[in-house]
């Protein structure tokens, strides 16, 4: 009884399953390309707030702009095997409250607020090297040590949308974000950095007009210490650039250079369940995604 549960848990602190929002590709995503065991279900809701200049897109015509989005976000993983390789599938549905005011460059004050769902993200992820497609009892002696892993993420334009609004919870777009990670253990240290790029396809709705992004390319890296009583911290870092907007053919002063820094912990709470905090922040922004989040998530993790 006493393996069942050091398993359990030791699957539930390699497992982070959690996507909070994504935004202009700054994920801070720890433990994506970590091993677990095959057949592993792990479900989590969670809460995330965000305060400052969280949904501008750089060319909107606003020139201060303070928001407080309150999230929602149920997320469910499944792992299985691919010819002996292990792969998991991961979806996230996000719901959001949003109330803020802004100021537009003539001088003018609004303020409003937004709920509704926000864009449904599904993950499709394979470890190539370094993580085979394990079961309960052989995992309990697989020790991690260098793991490569691909993964492919689809945003589905489910959020709300208001064709006539400059600010939405929703995109109105399809967004595709291939990457590639490299996790590697270190005795209690996990280290990790991933490369992705985010590709959309346009928004024909935008204010009467067409509104193309060009990709925008990210880089995270992630620094993770697990104790003996099986919680971690972690240092979590992202770079994100790109992403230059062009509004009926003409291109927008839109270019996104943002870098943003954070912190996580998680500790077991009972067999199978785990709490994960999270803090993020804008180490540098250039153009417009000013803003703090904080996150809180329940998971819970069986076979």
Not at 138 to 145: G, P, V
Not at 156 to 178: A, E, H, L, S
Request: aromatic share 16%; proline share 3%; hydrophobic share 40%.
């Amino acid at each position: 009884m006493v393996g069942k549960f050091f398993l359990l848990f030791k699957c539930l602190i390699l497992f982070f399953s959690f996507g909070t929002l994504t935004l202009y590709g700054q994920d801070l995503e720890p433990r994506a390309y970590a091993n677990v065991p095959k057949k592993l279900n792990v479900i989590a809701a969670g809460y995330v707030f965000m305060n400052g200049n969280v949904l501008t897109d750089p060319s909107l015509p606003i020139a201060d702009f303070t928001l407080r989005s309150h999230n929602l976000a149920v997320n469910y993983v499944r792992t299985f095997g691919v010819y002996n390789k292990l792969a998991r599938i991961q979806v996230a549905v996000p719901y959001s409250f949003m109330d803020g005011e802004v100021t537009r460059t003539s001088g003018d004050v609004l303020t409003g607020s937004r709920t509704g769902f926000a864009d449904t993200k599904i993950r499709f992820g394979i470890n190539l090297l370094g993580s085979p497609a394990l079961d309960k009892s052989e995992f309990r002696a697989f020790q991690q040590k260098t793991i490569l892993g691909v993964s492919l993420v689809a945003s589905i334009p489910t959020g709300k949308y208001y064709d006539d609004k400059q600010v939405n919870i929703g995109t109105n777009r399809w967004g595709f974000k291939p990457e590639i990670g490299v996790s590697k253990r270190f005795t209690h240290v996990y280290a990790e950095a991933y490369a992705g790029v985010w590709f959309y396809t346009d928004n024909n709705d935008f204010m009467g007009k067409k509104m193309e992004q060009k990709s925008t390319y990210s880089l995270q890296a992630h620094a993770s210490y697990y104790f003996k009583n099986q919680m971690w911290l972690g240092f979590n870092t992202t770079w994100f650039f790109g992403g230059k907007t062009i509004i009926d053919g003409v291109a927008e002063d839109s270019q996104i250079d943002n870098w943003r820094v954070g912190g996580t912990f998680s500790t077991p709470i009972a067999k199978g369940q785990s709490v994960r905090l999270q803090y993020h922040i804008g180490a540098y922004t250039n153009n417009g995604l000013n803003y703090y989040a904080l996150s809180a998530v329940y998971q819970y993790s069986f076979f």
